[in-house]
């Protein structure tokens, strides 16, 4: 038997050489699909790893209050010209929560302003810097670290000064030979003096800087950006176990404090590091659909390569057949000889694509510095499809050619 399988083996093999090009035309479809899977998935799997990563950074036991839904919607599109009329959140809504929720540790409230520019008396950044205002107690529900110098405290902010605490990107371009602390900003013509600069933490989902930031005291920002803005409200619970009843607590808060009825749901949106993964994992699964929608597609063609190939091979092997069974080869013997061909055929497809794959997932780690992660699973399901494909395609011509008889055959040119 495993003699009989390395026979049918180097026969296939031999054939292959013989026939180098219209092998290699033969197994681009193959070729495609397998690639176009592999390099997906990692794709895919290298972002679900940093999502979760990502929002790991973002504070443990907390979840967001804000008036604006936030991520992806699977589920349909809002409506924002309803969702624009809900009233604004405000810090009487966090101290509220505060004080009315027992599971709640700690809440903070924060407001961005996208787009800023930041000057100093030598030079200016483009207009690209997220200028937030927050309360005190956002380093704690932020999941935020102070490299240097301190962040700002309550007396900062109920008295409105004009202190900073900056990004590591925004250091590197305003002081790159200085240290920042002590040194003067000015946003918006308005001077600010920097008391501290942030822990590195990198791009959350590979597009939202983390590090190109300045923060200020929630009542000076408000008095230099305007005081009638939404703020957001991360709120921490005492612990993971307490996430689901402080969740429910707030909800319950804020429906009262807005007067929101029983009937209708609410005017403001809940999320958590879980639902915003949750929902990313959902978008990815309609892209691995769509993917395997595409690799099925070049299987499919790949297959109808296969088959004509081996057609093609049985046409032209006739006498050889002829004399195999003339010499005592049984049916079931060139069976499995053709069948092994058209086998062998799709899995060196399989393995030039998953080598392709890796090439392109590589690629892409290194020219875009996106994260990929090639799965286990998907390299084992890209080798079974292309042999599998090899095997259904490759039955037809195996089973015609077992079938021919050996003196017409012997007879054919």
């Given at each position: 038997m495993i003699a009989a399988f390395i026979d049918n083996m180097r026969l296939a093999l031999g054939t292959f050489r013989a026939n180098p090009l219209r092998t290699l035309l033969t197994l681009l479809g193959i070729v495609i699909g397998v690639a176009t899977v592999?390099?997906?998935?990692?794709?895919?799997?290298?972002?679900?790893?940093?999502?979760?990563?990502?929002?790991?950074?973002?504070?443990?036991?907390?979840?967001?209050?804000?008036?604006?839904?936030?991520?992806?919607?699977?589920?349909?599109?809002?409506?924002?010209?309803?969702?624009?009329?809900?009233?604004?959140?405000?810090?009487?809504?966090?101290?509220?929560?505060?004080?009315?929720?027992?599971?709640?540790r700690v809440?903070?409230?924060?407001?961005?302003?996208?787009?800023?520019?930041?000057?100093?008396?030598?030079?200016?950044?483009?207009?690209?810097?997220?200028?937030?205002?927050?309360?005190?107690?956002?380093?704690?529900?932020?999941?935020?670290?102070?490299?240097?110098?301190?962040?700002?405290?309550?007396?900062?902010?109920?008295?409105?000064?004009?202190?900073?605490?900056?990004?590591?990107?925004?250091?590197?371009?305003?002081?790159?030979?200085?240290?920042?602390?002590?040194?003067?900003?000015?946003?918006?013509?308005?001077?600010?003096?920097?008391i501290g600069v942030l822990e590195r933490r990198g791009k959350v989902l590979g597009m939202f800087n983390l590090d190109n930031m300045v923060f200020l005291p929630m009542q000076t920002y408000l008095g230099a950006y305007g005081k009638r803005r939404s703020v957001s409200i991360n709120v921490q619970a005492h612990d993971q176990a307490s996430m689901d009843k402080a969740q429910e607590e707030v909800t319950r808060v804020l429906r009262g404090r807005r007067q929101v009825p029983n009937e209708e749901e609410s005017n403001f949106e809940i999320s958590t590091n879980e639902s915003t993964a949750k929902t990313l994992n959902e978008l990815s699964n309609v892209v691995t659909a769509a993917t395997f929608g595409v690799c099925l597609l070049s299987l499919l063609v790949g297959g109808i390569g296969i088959l004509n190939i081996m057609l093609v091979a049985v046409t032209e092997r006739t006498k050889e057949i002829g004399i195999?069974?003339?010499?005592?080869?049984?049916?079931?013997?060139?069976?499995?000889?053709?069948?092994?061909?058209?086998?062998?055929?799709?899995?060196?497809?399989?393995?030039?694509?998953?080598?392709?794959?890796?090439?392109?997932?590589?690629l892409g780690r290194w020219a875009l510095d996106f994260p990929t992660a090639v799965p286990v699973w998907a390299v084992?399901?890209?080798?079974?499809?292309?042999?599998?494909?090899?095997?259904?395609?490759?039955?037809?011509?195996?089973?015609?050619?077992?079938?021919?008889?050996?003196?017409?055959?012997?007879?054919?040119?």
């Open positions: 592999i390099t997906m998935m990692a794709l895919l799997e290298g972002l679900r790893l940093k999502v979760n990563k990502d929002l790991s950074q973002l504070g443990a036991n907390v979840f967001r209050v804000e008036k604006w839904p936030s991520g992806f919607n699977l589920g349909g599109r809002p409506n924002w010209q309803r969702i624009s009329k809900r009233p604004a959140l405000t810090l009487a809504d966090r101290k509220a929560i505060a004080e009315q929720c027992p599971s709640v809440t903070s409230a924060s407001s961005g302003q996208p787009g800023q520019k930041v000057a100093t008396a030598h030079t200016e950044s483009q207009a690209n810097v997220f200028i937030i205002g927050a309360t005190p107690e956002y380093i704690d529900t932020a999941g935020i670290e102070i490299a240097e110098g301190r962040f700002f405290n309550d007396g900062d902010d109920s008295d409105g000064r004009r202190v900073a605490v900056l990004g590591p990107d925004v250091v590197d371009r305003m002081f790159p030979k200085v240290s920042p602390l002590g040194q003067e900003i000015r946003l918006r013509g308005r001077p600010y003096t920097v195999r069974k003339a010499l005592g080869a049984r049916k079931r013997r060139i069976l499995m000889q053709f069948a092994s061909e058209a086998v062998v055929l799709s899995l060196a497809g399989g393995i030039v694509g998953l080598g392709l794959g890796y090439g392109l997932a590589f084992a399901l890209s080798l079974v499809m292309s042999s599998g494909v090899g095997l259904v395609f490759g039955i037809y011509p195996a089973a015609r050619a077992a079938r021919l008889d050996p003196v017409e055959a012997m007879r054919s040119e």
